[in-house]
């Protein structure tokens, strides 16, 4: 815990650094390539497309609610999306900078964070795409759409802490990024995003629930889609945020451990 | 006077591991099973740096040099030891380090100004400074990609000393770049210093810590063997580099050897010419220290089979007492005594500024005349002559006598520093050699034409 109010406090004083390493990152990430940034949700896209169409047309899942499909699980792909992204780059945050670790004066606790970031710059693309895929289904943005910024920063802090984790493990153990594509798989499976919670047994349903990542997803699903605010859900959000200080404290602490090895091993 | 770093007994020990796999199988081992061996990179380095000071410091490949400097900047931690820092800290642990070559020399230099922990505005006032240093023109704002291995240092190193830290830790990146660049560097670093930043090079530029260093210190094998006067650390160094060998007992050599001494042949002029000084003395008995010329702070190492025991120094043909006229021919005598016999002697010498700028040197093996075939008890008297239009002031001498092998010289005795004269000088001129120049001045206008 110490240890990621100390990372947190380093976040916010090296600001600019981090500004200018957000740039930095996006200026090698797509200045080889000529489609460039559009790569990043183009991808996303195709992904979303896909779904949409086996679960729509080919499965003929029913609307939920009164709302389609597509709609739906959108809404909770984006944040789905960028988490999974940002924690994938995070791991590699460490491993993808030897100079800056070992040959300069670097406050390497930014990196992992950085790659946050960087996703999030993609995630406001996705933003976007969504926002057209509500307004050619009819849903108008509410009130409930003000909480999103909330939901925003709860998936910031689940991300930067597991990203902590990832990328201090990334250094000893190369293979951890290859397993997070596996687990994030996975991860995506157990998470009810393209698939509706009640599909499981309500005895079991509390069990899909100690998933952060469900919270944050029903939390866009309630900002985009009007649903309730989020001081109505207190359990929930006090059973997420305790298990994303949980993560934020292990990942700072495991980051912190091993740090001192990050020059020498890589 | 406060220390800008004090390092206490720091020894750092890297774990090596036969497959990359073992350091993870040790880190996770529940038994504390051990996979990898240790290896003390350094051990027991203990110095200070006093703030304003400019360090150097001194070793090998592989003694650890970089090592410390890592440790120095935080990068790595030491196994064991202290080492406190007062101040902010620039690094150029290695050139361009942090550099990224698709971003350009501008963004870079932004980017390393801000990671030393300027402000946007501080940055921002620098970044033309940095270019104008830097001096690659609009490459300045072209990719690092594109850059000439030259151009992406002299940016590096532009951006590195503008960043106006405390302490500035550079390894092995002033001897990079041409001529020009590098006398800039040095220019600014001599400002740095008058700034009252502290210092800290690696080089393996001799004459530069010589120069610009109050103080070296020198590792070997991860320790550290000498710490000092920079031109005695040098002086050590070169012996290391010779023998390598380090320690400086030869300094303090006891009485040389009288007994197995068979009937001296006659004394040898290496070069040739018939009077033969020192009184046709052929003995071993070292009365170099009554030459007006010895320096007593000389430092002297080898391995003993032969000795300088006697010198002198002429200027035209007189025994020299005060300083050298201006003009003078400057004959330096030296006996050397050989213990051993030895194929393939090499005598030499060397003139040296006192802050340890090479003026001349020479050596027989230049000349091809090795002198072959010494028998133990032998004399050999060397002569140098030189006409040296120096500038006035004093120099050191190095003489030496190597052995010259397959494997290259093999130091018998190394006097550096040996002797110092003082040369007189008639003509003014800034510089160290009189290139005995002329000046014509036209004024056009007038038609007048004069020479001075
Ligand atoms: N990360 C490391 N792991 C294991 N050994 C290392 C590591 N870094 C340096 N060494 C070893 O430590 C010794 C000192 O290296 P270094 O400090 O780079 O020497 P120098 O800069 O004086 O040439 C070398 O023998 C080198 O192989
Ligand atoms: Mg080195």
Redesign the pocket.
């Known amino acids: 815990m110490i240890a990621s109010i100390g990372y947190a406090r380093s976040i916010v004083s090296n600001r600019l650094l981090v500004e200018a390493m957000v740039r930095r990152q996006f200026r090698t990430k797509f200045a080889a390539t000529i489609g460039g940034l559009a790569w990043s949700f183009v991808a996303p896209l195709a992904t979303m497309l896909v779904y949409w169409f086996v679960f729509s047309v080919g499965l003929r899942v029913q609307p939920v609610g009164n709302l389609p499909f597509i709609v739906v699980f959108a809404a909770a792909f984006v944040p789905w999306l960028t988490f999974s992204e940002s924690v994938v780059t995070g791991s590699t945050a460490i491993t993808e900078n030897p100079h800056l670790v070992k040959k300069c004066v670097f406050p390497v606790e930014i990196l992992p964070f950085v790659s946050v970031v960087v996703s999030l710059v993609t995630h406001a693309f996705l933003l976007l795409i969504l926002f057209v895929i509500l307004l050619v289904n009819g849903v108008r943005p509410t009130a409930s759409l003000l909480q999103l910024p909330y939901y925003l920063l709860a998936l910031v802090a689940l991300s930067t802490g597991l990203s902590w984790f990832a990328a201090a493990l990334n250094v000893l153990l190369r293979d951890t990024r290859e397993m997070l594509g596996v687990v994030m798989n996975l991860w995506f499976w157990v998470t009810p995003i393209v698939w509706p919670l009640e599909m499981v047994p309500a005895r079991f349903a509390w069990l899909f629930r100690l998933n952060p990542v469900l919270y944050v997803a029903e939390g866009y699903r309630d900002s985009l889609l009007g649903g309730d605010p989020f001081w109505t859900k207190p359990l929930e959000a006090a059973g997420f945020w305790c298990m994303t200080f949980a993560v934020l404290g292990i990942g700072a602490f495991v980051f912190r451990r091993v740090r001192t090895e990050f020059a020498?091993v890589l | 006077m406060t220390n800008a770093v004090q390092v206490r007994n720091v020894a750092k020990r890297?774990r090596?591991f036969a497959n990359p796999m073992d350091r993870v199988l040790e880190y996770f081992d529940p038994f504390r099973r051990e996979y990898g061996k240790d290896?003390w990179?350094l051990e027991d380095v203990t110095f200070d740096v006093p703030a304003g000071r400019t360090i150097g410091i001194l070793?090998r490949?592989?003694?650890?040099?970089?090592?410390?400097l890592q440790m120095v900047c935080g990068v790595l931690q030491p196994t064991r030891g202290e080492i406190d820092v007062d101040g902010r800290i620039a690094a150029l642990l290695e050139l361009g380090a942090g550099f990224c070559p698709d971003l350009t020399g501008r963004e870079n230099a932004e980017f390393f100004c801000l990671q030393n922990g300027l402000t946007k505005a501080e940055t921002a006032a620098r970044l033309d400074e940095i270019g104008e240093f830097a001096d690659v023109g609009e490459f300045f704002d072209r990719p690092m990609r594109t850059y000439s291995s030259g151009m992406f240092v002299r940016v590096a190193f532009a951006a590195s000393i503008h960043v106006d830290p405390d302490i500035l830790v550079v390894d092995e990146a002033l001897s990079v770049g041409d001529a020009r660049f590098q006398h800039k560097c040095f220019q600014r670093v001599q400002q740095l210093r008058d700034a009252g930043k502290t210092i800290i090079v690696?080089t393996h530029d001799l004459t530069a810590v010589v120069r610009h260093c109050d103080h070296a210190v020198l590792?070997e094998r991860g320790r550290v063997v000498d710490s000092g006067e920079p031109r005695e650390v040098v002086s050590v160094y070169h012996e290391l580099l010779a023998t390598g060998r380090s320690d400086r007992t030869l300094t303090q050599r006891s009485q040389p050897r009288q007994d197995e001494a068979p009937p001296p042949p006659p004394a040898k002029v290496a070069t040739g010419t018939a009077d033969v000084p020192f009184e046709g003395r052929t003995d071993a008995v070292a009365r170099f220290a009554e030459c007006p010329q010895y320096h007593s702070g000389e430092l002297r190492f080898g391995d003993g089979r032969a000795e300088f025991v006697e010198f002198a120094v002429l200027a035209d043909g007189e025994p020299l007492s005060s300083s050298v006229p201006c003009g003078a021919t400057v004959e330096i005598l030296a006996r050397v005594y050989f213990h051993d016999a030895v194929e393939h002697a090499v005598f030499g010498f060397g003139f040296f500024t006192t802050d340890g700028v090479l003026v001349y040197g020479t050596n027989t093996a230049k000349s091809h005349e090795l002198v072959d075939h010494v028998v133990p008890g032998e004399s050999v008297v060397v002569r140098f002559r030189v006409t040296a239009p120096l500038q006035a002031g004093a120099y050191f001498l190095n003489l030496g006598c190597n052995q010259a092998t397959p494997d290259g010289p093999v130091a018998l005795d190394r006097r550096h520093s040996v002797l110092q004269v003082e040369f007189e000088s008639a003509a003014e001129f800034d510089g160290l050699v009189d290139l005995a120049s002329e000046f014509n001045t036209v004024r056009p206008q007038t038609g007048l034409a004069r020479s001075a």
Do not use: D, M, P, Y
């Not at chain 2, 490949?61 to 410390?68: A, I, W």
């Open positions: 020498e | 890297f090596v290896f990179a070793g490949n592989g003694s650890g040099k970089s090592t410390l690696v590792l």
